[in-house]
């Protein structure tokens, strides 16, 4: 501080008082020599308004009055910024950019007030108003080493720098390439290959979960898979799947990359059921299969019926002829592709057996009972030509005659020919026609 001698009024000054009544209600009293019009006041506090009031001392009777009040504010560095923080608050769509709020706390500016405040986010710089403690950066770089700088000034130009803080950005995963799903051999199950991670936008491989949904919204939240693993589910058909990584953003919230699909179908031996048989005329029956599936494509299928085997690829019914008639069979499908093959079976039946009544002109004499007096009696086997012995099973007929319509006879066929037992006034093989009735043959139980 500086000032101007006064006048002595004829008395030499014999020293200067001096007070300093700081902003911050501090007082400090100082002196100075008689010869002195300035000095220096040490140790004050930067950035406190000082009001200075000066007197000057001799020896006469009457005091001097002090000064009119000088103001003076002393400054240097400011107080370092603290606390350097960065807060993720948005992210472009693709990741590859996001939004940080850098943010510090300020102590004492070391001078009148404060003065522009420069902070850096990766080499790129942005100015804002000094005593401001938060600025927002867009468009920054996804990186796991983001570095930070705030940079203080206060309003007599002296500077303080936080020096440069490291930071990690992440904002959304990169995506990842789509997987391939394969067949195992086994229904239901595809493989998982080609499955990888991709780091970037800020992401380590390590900070990172592969996830995988049947739907596209449920892939972040969905199991977690690595390559190799695989997929169980049921049957043959094509089934898409979504896969994306997962990581935690900056944010603190989980944030995944945009899901890619992936298709596959399970490779299986063929899936056979539902076989069932049924009569299709004497020795015939027909085959159908219910369920005949297999990925690769079945290759071939037969079906073996009373040691008969006929193909039948490409169909799911098939009359099989040619077979023992009367005879009780089931049916054995067998279905093939690449990966192996498979059966199934049907519950048995019995094939038609072909009846018919052949005219015999005599009768004997139980059966002869039968025919009212006066008339000649004549009767009828029972032809199968298709029974085979040990083959074909035995057969209960119903048979009528033209002696009583209305009366039915039960005869069993067991072999090619067998005696009716039944009367009949028919005088020859064509005039029995429509008068002999066989109304049935079932296998007897």
Known sequence: ????????????????????????????????????????????????????????????????????????????????????????????????????????????????????????????????????????????????????????SNAEGDHASSGDKSFSLLTVPMPISAPRLEGTGYAGQLRVSGLSKAAGNGFSSSELTLRYASTSDGCSSGSEISDGAVIEGNGISARTYYFCQVGTATSGTPVSSS???????????????????????????????????????????TVTVGGK?????????????????????????????????ASADSTSTTTELSVSPTWVETCSPDVATQVPGGQTCHTFSLSAPGYVSDVSVPHVCQVSSDVDPARQYSVVVDGPSVESGVATLAGSQIAMRGKVVVHSCEPRR
């Open 309 to 341: 085997t006929v193909t039948m690829t490409g169909r799911t019914s098939e009359t099989v002829t040619g077979l023992t008639e009367g005879a009780s069979v089931s049916a054995h499908v067998v279905a093939k592709n690449s990966e192996g093959e």
């Open 1 to 152: 501080m500086t000032w101007s001698a006064p006048n002595n009024e004829g008395s030499p000054i014999t020293s200067y008082e001096i007070t300093l009544n700081g902003s911050d209600g501090s007082t400090r009293q100082e002196s100075a020599g008689a010869g002195l019009t300035k000095t220096t006041v040490s140790n004050l506090e930067n950035g406190v308004t000082y009001y200075v009031s000066i007197v000057a001392r001799n020896n006469a009777e009457k005091q001097a009055e002090w000064s009119e009040k000088a103001t003076g504010t002393p400054h240097g560095k400011p107080d370092t910024p603290s606390n350097v923080g960065l807060e993720h608050v948005g992210s472009s769509r693709d990741g590859s950019t996001g939004s940080v709020v850098i943010s510090w706390s300020l102590g004492k500016s070391g001078g009148s007030d404060w003065g522009p405040t420069t902070v850096t986010v990766d080499n790129k710089p942005k100015t804002v108003d000094g005593g401001t403690t938060s600025v927002q950066f867009d468009g920054v770089s996804a990186s796991s080493s983001l570095t930070v700088n705030v940079d203080v």
């Open 259 to 301: 899901p890619v699909s992936a298709q596959g179908q399970p490779t299986a031996p063929p899936n056979v059921s539902g076989v069932t048989i049924a009569k299709a005329g004497p020795g015939a029956v027909t085959v159908n299969v219910a369920v005949a599936e297999a990925y690769p494509a079945i290759t071939s299928m």
